[in-house]
């Protein structure tokens, strides 16, 4: 019986606090309204012949409460309602829905006291929302079950289990990528103290361990190695497949989905993520049932799509709506700012940053960034076993800024602000949560080989074919137009990608491919992903070898290979299998290949992942490498990137893994973590030992099944953006 009044005067403790939170709430947005009535002309709570203060406190009141009431009821139901509009429509939608419910609260009021312009309405409904928040979030702070509460509603879960239920007894977990963060870029970041969080960490035993990645350093490659657990056959992050006649780019949705497919062809898996997991913000499901901004899933509409779910559940509160706007404006105004101070200080090495690419980058460092937060809050809320998600502001803003400096260092900031949120999200989840860090490639900076040089690696490719160049090429040494191998970064194009998914903007991906692919089929075709380049002849249809190529353009392997701007280029050889050539005459078999020798600067494992690429049904006829300077870390993308990754040289190869002590070592003492599917395996094994062994749903989809595994056994829709 004492147990029983016990929990019921606790009970009552709890109603009571509540209710004093929504007094408190009402009242200050009462107060705000009052404030915003005598700012805004256009904006009134009196009638005609003016009232007096408590008369007009009454009212100020009276909307208040109805427009409280109506985003707590109405609210949820007008964004369900709207499913089906594009997420980013509906992030706008969001100022507009609201002013109109603000308008119906002012409708309301008794005698037409309350009135306002309609635009007027859009800017007091969002003031009213994000005061409303901010209120509420204060005082909740030091009320767990409050503040619990509260973070159910804002990422739009269902209501907690009661706190007399037990948790679960195994741990989740979370893996956090911060794309493009490198070892040596995290650890100066701790030792600058521009990752607080981090550094807590480390000091309480965590475990920090670099990894190196295959010769393709970047997400594509990457992350379908971790997730899916076979990065086979990507040589880079586009390339062009003879036997197809496509063009695959890692960030298309058309390309991605069928990537993932071949994976789980390959391993016979689903993925990382198939037993209770999430995926948000990745270019691959890795298996998992709940998805947001995940590109694999773009490529296919309907009922299985659940891609842009998280736009909905971040939108559904309308303060999350009008605190990221600010911040997208901010981070717009920041971008300008801080290239327009580069541009002033004529720093070097420096590419363009106009046009859309201040919109670009907001969009990836705030949006993305929000939405994705708020969905892994929602999936430790939930008390999903397995959550993956990537973060890539920072890969962003370093392919512009470069890897290290002022740019970059506000990322990392802000990147920690976000892990710390999460981390204390956890804490109030129905079941502990190791969370593991990690990231997918690093960055390498350096001047672009058109700046360096004067020219592009399709302009060089062209010259050593004895195809016509462009007169400003034939006018210098090396030559100077701008590149077609599809210049910008991987994390821009990314961001853009989610950017036409979220506003359902199809282009047809024949139209894309043709723009790309040479005017004549027998003319090369140049692509480039960071520092790697690939050339390849559509006109022939197998893997040409080095007497071929000779056969046709004599200067051409010789003209790459010489250049002081390219490491080294790898070609099919009909005498010695493959070649590797070199300055100074230098061609190495690619059986014979060590460490030393033309890939001596490029570090250990240079030749293991050469030699592996070589074997890919889809390797390119010639695979050009850039320089790398150890003295100075630098490489030269062909691509307009001072920031780069993609081939091997420096720190783009070496990202990191971060793991909580309660896990187990990645690697023994002594042992070098190589490749993304290793990474995988190490997370495999993490889960095991957090959920015991994890026993795929499916393995893979019955021949005879209506709805497959993978939504990848339908024709694939286009791609949506290029």
């Not at 960055?443 to 462009?470: I, M, N």
């Not at 795929?696 to 209506?706: F, K, M, Q």
Request: hydrophobic share 40%.
């Amino acid at each position: 019986m004492g147990d029983g009044r016990w929990g019921g005067a606790e009970r009552w403790r709890s109603a009571g606090r509540t209710v004093a939170r929504v007094v408190a709430v009402w009242a200050v947005s009462t107060l705000t309204m009052l404030a915003l009535a005598g700012l805004l002309p256009d904006f009134e709570l009196q009638s005609a012949d003016g009232d007096s203060l408590t008369r007009t406190a009454l009212t100020a009141a009276t909307a208040a409460g109805a427009f409280g009431l109506l985003g707590a009821l109405v609210w949820p139901l007008i964004v369900r309602a709207l499913l089906l509009v594009p997420a980013l429509v509906l992030g706008l939608l969001v100022f507009f829905l609201n002013g109109s419910m603000l308008l119906v609260a002012l409708w309301l009021i008794p005698d037409g006291r309350g009135a306002a312009d309609p635009e007027t309405a859009v800017v007091v409904a969002a003031v009213m929302s994000a005061v409303a928040s901010a209120t509420s979030t204060a005082l909740a702070v030091r009320d767990d079950d409050a503040y619990r509460r509260r973070l159910y509603r804002l990422t739009g879960r269902t209501r907690p289990r009661d706190p007399g239920d037990p948790p679960e007894a195994d741990p989740g977990t979370v893996f956090l990528q911060l794309d493009g963060v490198g070892h040596h870029v995290l650890r100066g970041a701790v030792a600058d103290g521009l990752m607080p969080t981090v550094a807590d960490w480390l000091d309480t035993g965590h475990r920090l361990t670099p990894w190196r990645t295959d010769w393709s350093s970047q997400t594509g490659a990457s992350q379908l190695g971790i997730l899916h657990g076979s990065n086979e056959d990507v040589p880079a992050f586009r390339w062009y497949e003879k036997d197809t006649g496509r063009l695959m780019v890692s960030n298309r949705p058309a390309s991605a989905v069928e990537l993932q497919r071949r994976a789980v062809r390959r391993t016979g898996d689903a993925g990382l993520l198939t037993v209770d997991g999430a995926s948000r913000g990745n270019l691959f499901s890795g298996g998992a049932d709940q998805l947001a901004l995940v590109l694999s899933m773009a490529a296919r509409r309907g009922r299985r799509n659940r891609s842009r779910a998280g736009y909905f559940a971040y939108f559904s509160d309308p303060a999350n709506a009008v605190r990221t706007a600010g911040s997208l404006v901010t981070e717009c105004v920041r971008e300008m700012y801080q290239s327009t101070r580069a541009l002033l200080r004529r720093e070097t090495p420096r590419v363009s940053r106009g046009g859309t690419y201040p919109f670009v980058r907001a969009f990836a460092t705030v949006v993305e960034r929000d939405v994705v937060v708020s969905a892994v809050m929602g999936d430790m809320l939930a008390g999903r076993t397995a959550v993956y998600a990537d973060l890539v502001a920072y890969d962003e803003v370093a392919h512009h800024s470069g890897p290290h400096g002022r740019d970059t260092d506000q990322v990392l900031r802000r990147l920690d602000r976000a892990i710390a949120l999460i981390a204390t999200v956890a804490e109030h989840a129905p079941r502990p949560y190791r969370i593991v860090l990690l990231s997918d490639h690093g960055q390498s900076p350096g001047e672009t080989f058109e700046g360096a040089y004067g020219l592009t690696l399709k302009d060089l490719v062209r010259a050593g074919c004895g195809l016509p160049v462009p007169r400003r090429v034939r006018r210098t040494r090396w030559g100077h137009p701008l590149t077609e191998s599809g210049g910008g970064s991987e994390a821009r194009d990314a961001a853009r990608d989610a950017l036409r998914s979220a506003l359902h903007r199809p282009v047809d991906e024949t139209v894309e491919t043709a723009r790309e692919l040479p005017a004549r089929p027998s003319e090369p075709l140049v692509l480039a992903s960071g520092n790697l380049g690939l050339v390849s002849f559509p006109d022939v249809p197998h893997r040409m070898t080095r007497e071929e190529i000779e056969r046709r353009h004599p200067a051409l392997l010789r003209t790459l290979a010489n250049h002081p701007g390219i490491g080294f280029v790898l070609v099919a050889s009909a005498e010695h299998g493959s070649v590797v050539l070199a300055r100074d005459g230098v061609e190495v078999p690619v059986d014979e290949l060590v460490d030393g020798g033309p890939l001596a600067v490029f570090g250990r494992g240079a030749a293991a992942a050469v030699r592996r690429t070589d074997g890919f049904p889809h390797v390119a006829d010639i695979m050009v490498n850039s320089m790398y300077d150890p003295a100075t870390g630098t490489v030269h993308a062909f691509e307009e990137q001072i920031g780069s990754h993609g081939g091997l040289g420096g720190e783009q190869s070496h990202p990191f893994l971060l793991s909580p002590p309660d896990l187990s070592p990645p690697v023994d003492t002594g042992e070098e973590l190589v490749g993304a599917e290793r990474v995988h395996h190490v997370l495999r094994r993490w889960l095991r030992e957090s959920s015991g062994p994890q026993v795929p749903l499916e393995l893979s989809p019955p021949a005879s099944a209506p709805e497959p595994l993978l939504p990848v056994d339908d024709p694939v829709v286009p791609d949506t953006n290029h």
